[in-house]
Each structure stands twice: as structure tokens, then as C-alpha cells.
T-cell receptor, first 118, second 113 residues
Framework: GAVVSQHPSRVICKSGTSVKIECRSL??????MFWYRQFPKQSLMLMAT?????????EQGVEKDKFLINHASLTLSTLTVTSAHPEDSSFYIC??????????????FGNGTRLTVT | QQQVKQSPQSLIVQKGGISIINCAYE??????FPWYQQFPGKGPALLIA?????SEKKEGRFTISFNKSAKQFSLHIMDSQPGDSATYFC????????????FGTGTRLQVTL
């Protein structure tokens, strides 16, 4: 089945630094990728939708200058948390939909990245 | 505004029992309703999904019941096993929104021996 690989699985960084998270579709071309954020024991909140070759669409309340998304190829999207602060500590999860899949085809999720900002 | 409400927040079921998780939605434009299973430290994995043109879908021990008029749908796990212990999320999306899912708040299921 389709596999989405997310890297790193865990990262600890100091306040003020930037962190890049990669999301790769391993066996299909992902025209659309979604980035979610999940706080402990809470639901997944959509942060942004990333389409290959175009600018990401951010959800209301998500700072696009803080959470930079790049979807430069059909198999890779990156999320960069810039000038991270402790309140950015969270579980970030990406998901992807393939090129020839319909709008309601299953999304494939990565295994998430646990970000801790000290 | 929470568009998909999920209950209960947590659930303890004995091995072999039936686990039932309920969700209610508000937006009548939703037409795709998946359920996801998430283990600690992992991303969600699709379990089963339903569209509003059917009232029930069964895959193995997992069944979705869908009530369009009540705008409710539920997940039933038959013969629950300790390995089913996880957090379950219902979700909903609309056609044409490129699979933009709205998730429920999650249910932590614990299946005891």
C-alpha cells in the first residue's frame, strides 16, 4: 500500500532556532499534502494544504511566516517551523493524496514528528 | 466551532465485548466519513470509511452505521481485542475539497483482559 515517510520522528531544539520536517510519498506521486498539528490527547488540526508547485493554503489562525511549507516535487513536502518557541512543541503529522486519486480517496498519513522546543 | 463531535472521550471494554464510538456532524455537505486508528507516537491509519448512500458498512470486526437524517455515524468493533487499544478518530470531508478532513475529538479505547 501507499506509504508516507516523515522525518525526523523526534526533534528537540532550542528556542529561537528553526526546524525542518520532511514528508515523502514513497510509492506514489502526491499532488496534495496536508500538514496537521496534534497536541497531547487532542485531535488533529489542519494547518495547511500543500499543492505541488504552488503556494500552500493555510488555515485560519496559522501563521504562514512561522510555518513555512514547500512542496517542490511530487514526492516531497517540507514544513519549517521558524524561530521555534516552547508553545510550538507538538506532534506534527503530514498526509498525502496521490495524483490519480479522487478527492475522497483515502489519505495516507506519515508517522508524525514530535517537536520539543526547550 | 467543532463540526464533528465525537463521544465518548474514553472507553474501557472487556476482551470479546463490543466497542461503540459515536460521531455527529453539522455540515450537510459532508459526504465522506472515514474512521482512523492511532497508536501512541504514530500517525493515524485508515480503518474504514462510508459514504451517505449506504447505512452500514462492514469490514471484518469493524462496522460503520450511518444515519443521514440524524447526521450521525458510529463505529462498532466486535469481539474487541487488547490489540485494538488505541485512539480512534472519526472524520468528515466534502467532495471537491481535496480530502480536507475535519476530525472528531478522538476516543481512547482500552480493551482489558
Amino acid at each position: 500500500g501507499a506509504v508516507v515517510s516523515q522525518h525526523p520522528s523526534r526533534v528537540i531544539c532550542k528556542s529561537g532556532t528553526s526546524v525542518k520536517i520532511e514528508c515523502r510519498s514513497l510509492d506514489f506521486q502526491a499532488t496534495t499534502m496536508f500538514w496537521y498539528r496534534q497536541f497531547p490527547k487532542q485531535s488533529l488540526m489542519l494547518m495547511a494544504t500543500s499543492n505541488e508547485g504552488s503556494k500552500a493554503t493555510y488555515e485560519q489562525g496559522v501563521e504562514k511566516d512561522k510555518f513555512l511549507i514547500n512542496h517542490a516535487s511530487l514526492t516531497l513536502s517540507t514544513l519549517t517551523v521558524t524561530s521555534a518557541h516552547p508553545e510550538d512543541s507538538s506532534f506534527y503529522i503530514c498526509s498525502a493524496r496521490g495524483r490519480r486519486q479522487g478527492n475522497n480517496s483515502p489519505l495516507h498519513f506519515g508517522n508524525g514528528t514530535r517537536l520539543t522546543v526547550t | 466551532q467543532q463540526q464533528v463531535k465525537q463521544s465518548p472521550q474514553s472507553l474501557i471494554v472487556q476482551k470479546g465485548g463490543i466497542s461503540i464510538i459515536n460521531c455527529a456532524y453539522e455540515n450537510t455537505a459532508f459526504d465522506y466519513f472515514p474512521w482512523y486508528q492511532q497508536f501512541p507516537g504514530k500517525g493515524p491509519a485508515l480503518l474504514i470509511a462510508i459514504r451517505p448512500d449506504v447505512s452500514e458498512k462492514k469490514e471484518g470486526r469493524f462496522t460503520i452505521s450511518f444515519n443521514k437524517s440524524a447526521k450521525q455515524f458510529s463505529l462498532h468493533i466486535m469481539d474487541s481485542q487488547p490489540g485494538d487499544s488505541a485512539t480512534y478518530f472519526c472524520a468528515a470531508s466534502m467532495s471537491g475539497t481535496a480530502s480536507k478532513l475535519t476530525f472528531g475529538t478522538g476516543t481512547r479505547l482500552q480493551v482489558t483482559l
